[in-house]
């Protein structure tokens, strides 16, 4: 049974920093690669990173590049986002799945709030 949980967030003031996580378990982490998205209030879920399963291959929305950097270590089913110089656009709730969709159920999700 696949199991997807994120977790890390919080609220953060704007230009500071946040590392959320991902940790999958049920499958063969190693050989997917995996996307982190967010959703914001009144918004459509939006892919903003995606490392490959070797994290030999990375690709990042536009708005944060620069600013996210996704890792991952497989021998613990996990995956990163390291957020930094965080504005309050980058509020969301941010999920992980494969970058091709909802190949695995979706988890809760993590909230990200950036506020002063």
């Known amino acids: 049974q696949v199991q997807v949980v994120e977790s890390g967030g919080g609220l953060v003031q704007p230009g500071g920093s946040l590392r959320v996580s991902c940790e999958i378990s049920?499958?063969?982490?190693?050989?997917?690669?995996l996307s982190w998205y967010r959703q914001a209030p009144g918004k459509e879920r939006e892919k903003v990173a995606t490392?490959?399963?070797?994290?030999?291959?990375?690709d990042y929305k536009l708005s944060v590049q620069g600013r996210f950097t996704a890792s991952r270590d497989n021998a613990k089913n996990t995956m990163y986002l390291q957020m930094d110089n965080l504005t309050p656009d980058d509020s969301a709730v941010y999920y992980c799945?494969?970058?091709?969709?909802?190949?695995?159920?979706w988890g809760p999700g993590t909230q990200v709030t950036v506020s002063s």
């Open positions: 490392i490959g399963s070797t994290s030999s291959r990375f």
């Open positions: 049920g499958i063969d982490f190693s050989a997917y690669a």
């Open positions: 799945n494969t970058p091709y969709g909802s190949l695995f159920p």
